[in-house]
């Protein structure tokens, strides 16, 4: 049994010093941009950089567009499938897998056939049409996680007796989605938005493709010239999704603990 410990211990430390090790060695690196002396001016230059400014700026307003097509999507579909359509399942989750096998540059390549300036469909010739086609792509590269949060809310509440309450009180398909469901389901939803808030922040292929001015081709084109900023970015980038994933961990102590029911 005390063997059994000692060895679970080596292989905890191991795993530790792979993770630790390269993150202090970035942190150190980012902090010696003044020779001879630990200084956060690789920090300074980095947040004070107008186009590091503008190109946040951009993906957090991108991410807060795909998170409300997510939730606009993915909840009455859920909802739906879990309610109505419950031999659909097997089939939406394959679909909501395929964004993780089908690499983001075929996804933009198609894109970018099928809605350049020459298609009927010509949304690449516009800003406001490209962005919103961007929106669109990192919609479905989020659909795992947030079909997934989702599904996983509404597991733990009472679907089919809340809908058939609400219905009974009067209550239309659009106000039980929106007053009945969404409320119960609201901390998986949270969750599923801060996933997607990451993935945007960091998405590059996209953006570089479809020529955005995104927070992820800001970073590679800083590392492309830089020597210092790029790991001060790093460790920028990194606060910012453990931040989320922590974000994740303190809301899930509010979820509902209730046990599945059959719906």
Do not use: H
């Not at 996680?145 to 609400?166: F, N, P």
């Not at 509902?256 to 719906?263: E, G, H, K, Q």
């Amino acid at each position: 049994m005390k063997s059994g410990k000692f060895w679970a211990w080596v292989v905890f430390a191991l795993g530790a010093a792979y993770f630790f090790i390269p993150l202090i060695a970035t942190v150190e690196f980012s902090m010696r941009m003044r020779r001879g002396v630990y200084s956060l001016d690789a920090y300074k230059v980095v947040l004070g950089d107008a186009r590091f400014q503008a190109s946040f700026g951009y993906s957090v307003l991108a991410a807060v567009f795909t998170i409300i097509l997510g939730v606009l999507i993915v909840v009455p579909a859920a909802y739906w499938i879990r309610l109505r359509l419950p031999q659909l399942r097997p089939i939406v989750e394959f679909i909501t897998l395929l964004p993780l096998v089908i690499p983001a540059i075929v996804i933009v390549f198609g894109y970018i056939r099928m809605y350049g300036s020459n298609s009927p469909l010509p949304f690449l010739a516009s800003d406001t049409g490209t962005n919103a086609l961007l929106v669109i792509g990192y919609a479905t590269l989020s659909l795992p996680y947030m079909y997934r949060a989702v599904d996983t809310g509404l597991r733990t509440i009472d679907v089919r007796t809340l809908t058939e309450a609400a219905q009974i009180l009067g209550a239309g398909w659009s106000t039980i989605i929106t007053r009945v469901i969404l409320p119960n389901v609201l901390i998986a939803v949270l969750s599923g938005a801060f996933l997607t808030f990451a993935i945007v922040i960091g998405e590059f292929t996209m953006a570089s493709l479809l020529n955005r001015p995104a927070f992820g081709p800001y970073l590679q084109n800083i590392g492309a010239n830089r020597a210092y900023e790029p790991a001060a970015l790093a460790i920028i980038a990194f606060a910012i999704t453990w931040g989320c994933m922590s974000l994740i961990q303190i809301l899930s102590r509010f979820a509902p603990r209730s046990a599945n029911r059959p719906n």
